[in-house]
């Protein structure tokens, strides 16, 4: 048995030298750092196990996310957002007359606003209503989250 022992430290001493050698190209001292290499050896075929098991976990995920993809569906619009709808008079002098689907109506409006630069210049989220925009806001100054709601009283 104690045969047996010999070998295997000398398979283990190989893979420690050659680190050693690495570090004996930047630093002169190379015969102090071999004998402190010795507990770190044991160290090290731990630390190569544990990118193993990273590289098996994520070849998982890989698959995971391949397998959603195959059976991926167009998406189709909900007819509800194509309907077309009625402008209020107030509404209709700032978008157009005709009738048109909300999202339509909300693009057009967007268009306005940054034509007439009504966007607040501190925060963005906010527009500055002229004259045409505060008939259909009621009020001088609206979030960009509350302006899909106002426009739902100038349609039908």
Request: hydrophobic residues 50%; without cysteine; proline residues 9%.
């Given at each position: 048995?104690?045969?047996?022992?010999?070998?295997?430290?000398?398979?283990?001493?190989?893979?420690?030298?050659?680190?050693?050698?690495?570090?004996?190209?930047?630093?002169?001292?190379?015969?102090?750092?071999?004998?402190?290499?010795?507990?770190?050896?044991?160290?090290?075929?731990?630390?190569?196990?544990?990118?193993?098991?990273?590289?098996?976990?994520?070849?998982?995920?890989?698959?995971?996310?391949?397998?959603?993809?195959?059976?991926?569906?167009?998406?189709?619009?909900?007819?509800?957002?194509?309907?077309?709808?009625?402008?209020?008079?107030?509404?209709?002098?700032?978008?157009?007359?005709?009738?048109?689907p909300r999202t339509e109506?909300?693009?057009?409006?967007?268009?306005?606003?940054?034509?007439?630069?009504?966007?607040?210049?501190?925060?963005?989220?906010?527009?500055?209503a002229d004259a045409k925009?505060?008939?259909?806001?009621?009020?001088?100054?609206?979030?960009?989250?509350?302006?899909?709601?106002?426009?739902?009283k100038h349609v039908k």
């Open positions: 048995m104690a045969t047996a022992k010999k070998p295997a430290a000398k398979k283990a001493a190989p893979a420690k030298k050659a680190p050693a050698k690495k570090v004996a190209a930047k630093k002169a001292p190379a015969k102090k750092a071999a004998p402190a290499k010795k507990p770190a050896a044991k160290k090290a075929p731990a630390k190569k196990a544990a990118p193993a098991k990273k590289v098996a976990a994520k070849k998982p995920a890989a698959k995971k996310a391949a397998k959603p993809k195959a059976p991926a569906k167009k998406r189709v619009p909900n007819a509800a957002f194509m309907k077309p709808l009625t402008l209020s008079n107030a509404l209709a002098a700032v978008v157009g007359a005709a009738a048109m109506i909300v693009s057009k409006l967007w268009v306005y606003i940054k034509k007439n630069k009504l966007q607040d210049a501190v925060n963005k989220r906010m527009i500055n925009l505060k008939e259909v806001f009621g009020k001088a100054q609206v979030s960009m989250f509350e302006m899909a709601g106002l426009i739902g």
